[in-house]
């Protein structure tokens, strides 16, 4: 009974964990921390529990973690390109327009 409540404050406390991580940073974020809690999980299992992965199994393992990483790589990777995008159009728009430009067309 007591293991069952460790348990369910342990899940909750994940949850508000996530909730919090996501709510702060980005999804890239919350995505490398899954990675990591997934290669924490097994690690945990076989050390503490015993458990056994197949060779099935540690292919599907690496399948799967290359491809989420691949993912979020190139999420990563599309995010700084928008940014210097922006930067490079917000720096030629307003190279256009002079500080006196500006004061002639308030003025007129």
Same mark, same amino acid.
């Given at each position: &009974?007591?293991?069952? &409540?460790?348990? &369910? *404050?342990?899940?909750?406390?994940?949850?508000?964990? %996530?909730?919090?991580?996501?709510?702060?940073?980005?999804?890239?974020?919350?995505?490398?921390?899954?990675?990591?809690? %997934?290669?924490?999980?097994? *690690?945990?299992?076989?050390? *503490?529990?015993?458990?056994?992965?197949?060779?099935?199994? *540690?292919?599907?393992?690496?399948?799967?973690?290359?491809?989420?990483?691949?993912?979020?790589?190139?999420?990563?990777?599309?995010?700084?390109?928008?940014? %210097?995008?922006?930067?490079?159009?917000?720096?030629?728009?307003?190279?256009?327009?002079?500080?006196?430009? %500006?004061?002639?067309? &308030?003025?007129?």
């Amino acid at each position: &009974r007591w293991f069952q &409540r460790r348990v &369910r *404050v342990l899940a909750l406390m994940l949850t508000f964990s %996530e909730y919090l991580l996501l709510s702060n940073t980005s999804s890239i974020t919350i995505s490398i921390c899954g990675i990591v809690k %997934e290669i924490a999980i097994l *690690v945990l299992a076989s050390t *503490v529990g015993g458990d056994k992965l197949s060779p099935i199994n *540690v292919v599907g393992l690496v399948v799967c973690l290359s491809g989420i990483s691949l993912h979020v790589y190139m999420k990563y990777k599309n995010s700084q390109l928008q940014n %210097e995008e922006e930067r490079t159009s917000l720096l030629s728009s307003g190279s256009k327009s002079s500080f006196g430009d %500006e004061l002639s067309t &308030r003025a007129g």
